[in-house]
């Protein structure tokens, strides 16, 4: 009888100390997984600022060039409504825009940063898809603002360009021949630059609204 209690008292006290090997070896399994989980958080949001620091940059740039590009687009639609009115009083002043007409905005950014995550295999740490999904979008549109851009240099080059230099003296910055920029063809210059601006306009909007979204998104995962 006594020997049955020695044993029963014994695989208790095994049991027991099976327990707390198991409670223990679970707890630094938790620990470690929290540890760890904080860890990638901490790098996730270190992640998140540098891409909210790059967004800003392109952000600044972009809106640089949209002020630049609104300068030149409503010196066109001045220019536009001269020739339509055929205001030759303002000679001088349409002479002085023609010269412009070889001005335009080109938009380099920071970085690709949608390519530089999934390269470097940063995107498995960002857990907001969204946030995934809208840099995508706003590469997208920065493909699409350098192919505007693309064809506003190719006009100017083909054909702006090549009326220029038979109609202005450009170290002295006069109108070799003022009647022909009172001619419906030259007017049809501004009136193609004018839509390609506008164009041009919309999309750095779009992509200033893009980034503003993603920064909010941004800015909640930072501050969760």
Known sequence: MQDSRSLKRYFTY?????????????????????????????????YYKNIRRQLNDDKKIINFNLAYNNKYWGQFVFANQLIAENDRSKMDTLSKISLNLIRYSDFHRASNIYETIVNSGQIK?????????????????????????????????????PDLIVLMNFS????????????????NRF????????????????????????????????NY
Do not use: C
């Open 191 to 222: 009136s193609l630059l004018t839509d390609i601006i506008r164009e041009k306009n919309e999309v750095y909007n779009r992509a200033i609204h893009e980034i503003n979204q993603i920064n909010e998104l941004i800015d909640t995962e930072i």
């Open 125 to 161: 740490l960002l857990q907001n898809q969204k946030i995934i999904e809208d840099l995508q979008r706003l590469e997208e549109t920065y493909v699409y603002i350098n192919k505007m851009e693309s064809i506003h240099l190719d006009v100017i080059k083909q054909i702006v360009l």
């Open 172 to 187: 002295e910055q006069t109108v070799e021949n003022p009647d022909t920029l009172f001619t419906t063809a030259f007017q």
């Open 14 to 46: 095994a049991l027991g100390e099976i327990l707390l090997i198991m409670v223990g070896v679970l707890l630094a399994f938790q620990v470690g997984n929290w540890n760890e989980n904080r860890k990638n958080k901490k790098t996730e949001i270190a």
